[in-house]
């Protein structure tokens, strides 16, 4: 069964720095793309980051570049995600997914999810 547990958020001021974990069980990392979303409040879900663990290709959004920074480390079936610099308008619950073939942002490629873990950037 393939599982994947979210873990690290929390609150924390403005400029400062959470590092999220995404842990898998019932299957590689090495199979498949991972990505991280967030949702929020009262916000479609969006695109983060994602990894192809495999190659080591990583790719960003718009929101996330220059201050987040994607790692996986296969041997341990986990997906890091730093966040530096964070701001109010990183507040979300952020989930991590896995289940593309490809590394996109594309929700629908995803074929597994996460439960989410909270992150409360305040002013």
């Known amino acids: 069964e393939v599982q994947l547990q979210a873990s690290g958020g929390g609150l924390v001021q403005a400029g400062g720095s959470l590092r999220l974990s995404c842990a898998a069980s019932g299957f590689s990392f090495d199979d498949y793309a991972i990505g991280w979303f967030r949702q929020a409040p009262g916000k479609e879900r969006e695109g983060v980051s994602s990894?192809?663990?495999?190659?080591?290709?990583?790719y960003y959004a718009d929101v996330a570049k220059g201050r987040f920074t994607i790692s996986g480390d296969s041997a341990k079936n986990t997906v890091d995600l730093q966040m530096n610099s964070l701001k109010p308008e990183d507040t979300a619950v952020y989930y991590c997914?896995?289940?593309?073939?490809?590394?996109?942002?594309?929700?629908?490629?995803?074929?597994?999810w996460g439960q989410g873990t909270l992150v409360t950037v305040s002013s």
């Open positions: 990894i192809s663990v495999t190659d080591g290709t990583r």
């Open positions: 997914a896995t289940g593309s073939r490809w590394l996109t942002l594309i929700q629908g490629e995803y074929t597994y």
